[in-house]
T-cell receptor
Framework: ELKVEQNPLFLSMQEGKNYTIYCNYS?????LYWYRQDPGKSLESLFV?????AVKQEGRLMASLDTKARLSTLHITAAVHDLSATYFC???????????????FGQGTRLTINP | KAGVTQTPRYLIKTRGQQVTLSCSPI?????VSWYQQTPGQGLQFLFE???????NKGNFPGRFSGRQFSNSRSEMNVSTLELGDSALYLC???????????FGSGTRLTVV
């Protein structure tokens, strides 16, 4: 059974600081997603990482994937209050049918950025 | 471009009743996946449909079922509701291949 573990689960940081959220998973997969969720809201797609060594950046967020280590990271640079949210990683666990999607999510990291 | 539309947004049901939730995907998207989100279990995959066929199913009891219509709209049904079925139900649509999927706003189901 695939397990996806994020750490930390809770993170409180000051504006302007840098930090990294880690996502470890227990089986082979070449497709990993990062999502953001604001309280009471749905999931907003941030990044899709499709191969080993993939790195994507959007504003103050940068995600990377190491499929050999089964590890993805979400790095936050010079945090601002607007980035406060819960961040989820998800691994695409393919079914027997090609293309069939099945996302297995991490527990989520609740990020609070204080002024 | 319209997003993924889920109806209703909120729903209150009584134990033992059944409920049907609806998801209209983005135009042109043929894959629809359903997820349950609860504080205790987090986000869990329910099932995925493509071209009216269920291709993947999560570890949920048979009380949870779904279907997809020829226009790609999908419904999920939960029969004999239990208190533990209270959750945010999210659907996501995608083009199936190399797609991150776009989530709808969800239906918040409360079972009393």
């Amino acid at each position: 059974e695939l397990k996806v573990e994020q750490n930390p689960l809770f993170l409180s940081m000051q504006e302007g600081k840098n930090y990294t959220i880690y996502c470890n998973y227990s089986t082979t997969s070449d497709r990993l997603y990062w999502y953001r969720q604001d309280p009471g809201k749905s999931l907003e797609s941030l990044f899709v990482l499709l191969s080993n060594g993939a790195v994507k950046q959007e504003g103050r967020l940068m995600a990377s994937l190491d499929t050999k280590a089964r590890l993805s990271t979400l790095h936050i640079t010079a945090a601002v209050h607007d980035l406060s949210a819960t961040y989820f990683c998800a691994v695409d666990l393919r079914g027997e049918i090609q293309g069939a999607q099945k996302l297995v999510f991490g527990q989520g990291t609740r990020l609070t950025i204080n002024p | 471009k319209a997003g993924v539309t889920q109806t209703p947004r909120y729903l209150i049901k009584t134990r033992g009743q059944q409920v049907t939730l609806s998801c209209s995907p983005i135009s042109g998207h043929r894959s629809v996946s359903w997820y349950q989100q609860t504080p205790g279990q987090g986000l869990q995959f329910l099932f995925e449909y493509f071209s009216e066929t269920q291709r993947n199913k999560g570890n949920f009891p048979g009380r949870f079922s779904g279907r997809q219509f020829s226009n790609s709209r999908s419904e999920m049904n939960v029969s004999t509701l239990e208190l533990g079925d209270s959750a945010l139900y999210l659907c996501a649509s995608s083009l199936a291949f190399l797609s991150t999927g776009t989530f709808g706003s969800g239906t918040r189901l409360t079972v009393v």
